[in-house]
């Protein structure tokens, strides 16, 4: 984590809100999380009235953790995960970022495979309208030796101005050879005609937006802790953007 | 029910439509058949308010009201019904839920009281059975993974739910094979042979016409209507061809 005020240089600040960066600078420790070799870990994490958020999770051997979280509120939001698995530890990350009018919010993760065997998979669905930024930038390192890391990145955004802007950088920086690291990352807009669709069937137009939406999103949360109250907090969001 | 009068309609800027007047009463069946690129899907996509369809001249009156000054939605609150020549496919929404949205957004509209969650699976379940379609196939999302026949199948599925006025089907045969034509054609008899309701069939073959028999046929050919008559002349356009007739 940077010790001083980042600036637009530094790759993981490229897309932030500066000004609110350095309106809550120097940030607080990060919280750190520590999960113990075969233990099992699962939190939801809405973030609903901006602010940087900073998590260092350490994922023991044989161990699986999972976060689930909704990126929404504030005019800045960032949620930040520094995760290190152990051998054979799992680790799954979903995540949705919402936002209109000037909002940025960023998921900015960094995925280190320390050891043999381990699997993460990350699956974020950014939904951003008016002039809002979302931002994902995820690296994921495997180590010299970590052999058999089994990891994912599915990230895809859903543009529903033209005045929205997503950025998505899934990075990989492996050192070991025997190892599987699938990224995909797409950004688009609602399909016209799925929407024509549904409103040739009577349903107003941000309603057949919201149904659409929902779907984009849908599966982002699924086995989270409290998975429908997070559904919930993601439509009533959603409907104000449509 | 529905009059068309001298519509002209371009899409991308390119006129598909030159003067199409038809009028459709209540208790009818109109056939409209015509070959390729005629204008006959660009007719049911401007009568449903498809965006990138522009009227450039002539109206088009739905029960007394401008059609054409309707939203797609509004449209189908006051009772119009367009089956999709390819119907959407989109995953992660499915049929049950988007339908009776659909259905309680339209009787909003109309002022009607929403149907319950209860009243509307025995609805929905009563159309499945009468389309033969099966209904864990409706709670799947829409279309995704259907064949031809099971999404044209499930587009009457849709209009037995909605129990629209006037119903547009385009090319709801097409893809259909002899089974499920006989059972779509039921289906369309069952659910819109009233005298209170009407259908506009669009076909390119006199097939579906054996099992839904129209009280008027119209050849549509470079975007107007050039002939009109009875069932008899779809036979008669299947032995002579659109270029005789249409010449």
Not at chain 1, 14 to 32: F, G, K, N, Q, T
Not at chain 1, 34 to 47: E, L
Not at chain 2, 222 to 236: F, M, N
């Amino acid at each position: 984590m940077t010790a001083t005020l980042p600036s637009r240089r530094d790759e993981a600040w490229r897309y932030s809100d500066i000004d609110a960066v350095a309106a809550a600078w120097p940030l607080p420790a990060p919280e750190s999380i520590i999960v113990p070799a075969a233990g099992s870990f699962k939190r939801a994490i809405v973030q609903d009235e901006g602010g940087i958020r900073q998590i260092e999770l350490v994922i023991g051997k044989g161990a699986a953790a999972s976060l689930h979280v909704l990126n929404i509120g504030g005019a800045y939001g960032r949620i930040e995960l520094a995760v290190t698995l152990h051998e054979g530890a799992d680790f799954t990350l979903g995540a949705a970022q919402i936002g209109g009018g000037e909002q940025t919010l960023e998921i900015v993760t960094t995925i280190t495979h320390a050891e043999p065997g381990a699997t993460s998979r990350q699956m974020v669905r950014s939904v951003l309208a008016g002039t809002a930024t979302g931002t994902y930038l995820g690296k994921v390192a495997v180590a010299r030796g970590a052999q058999q890391t089994d990891s994912e990145q599915d990230v895809k955004a859903m543009l529903l101005d033209r005045s929205a802007t997503a950025n998505a950088k899934p990075e990989l920086e492996i050192f070991a050879d025997d190892v599987k690291c699938a990224h995909g990352c797409a950004i688009g807009e609602l399909d016209a005609m799925s929407l024509y669709y549904l409103q040739s069937r009577g349903l107003p137009p941000a309603e057949a937006k919201k149904i659409l939406l929902q779907a984009f999103v849908a599966g982002v949360f699924d086995g989270a802790e409290d998975e429908e109250q997070l559904q919930a907090l993601a439509l009533a969001k959603l409907g104000e953007l449509v | 029910m529905l009059q068309i009068e001298n519509l002209h309609a371009n899409v991308a800027d390119k006129p598909i439509l030159k003067g199409l007047s038809l009028t459709i009463n209540a208790g009818e069946i109109h056939a409209i058949m015509g070959p390729n690129g005629a204008g006959k899907s660009t007719l049911s996509y401007v009568l449903g308010g498809r965006p990138g369809y522009e009227v450039t001249d002539g109206s088009a009156t739905f029960d007394a009201q401008d059609l054409l000054e309707m939203a797609p939605h509004e449209r189908a609150a006051a009772g119009l019904f367009l089956g999709f020549q390819y119907p959407v496919e989109i995953p992660g929404v499915s049929n049950v839920q988007f339908l009776r949205e659909s259905l309680n957004a339209q009787r909003k509209a109309r002022g009607e009281e929403p149907l319950s969650g209860g009243d509307f699976l025995k609805l929905a379940r009563e159309k499945a059975g009468l389309l033969k379609l099966d209904m864990d196939m409706l709670k799947r999302p829409v279309n995704v993974g259907f064949s031809g026949g099971e999404k044209k199948r499930n587009e009457m599925v849709q209009m037995g739910i909605l129990d629209p006025k006037l119903a547009i089907l385009d090319e709801t045969d097409s893809g259909l094979d002899i089974d499920a034509l006989r059972i779509v054609g039921d289906g369309i008899n069952s659910i819109m042979r009233r005298p209170d309701k009407a259908v506009l069939l669009i076909t390119h073959y006199q097939r579906l016409l054996d099992y839904v028999q129209p009280d008027f046929v119209h050849v549509l050919a470079a975007g107007r209507i050039v002939k009109s008559g009875g069932p008899e002349l779809a036979l008669e356009l299947e032995r002579a061809g659109y270029a005789e007739i249409a010449a």
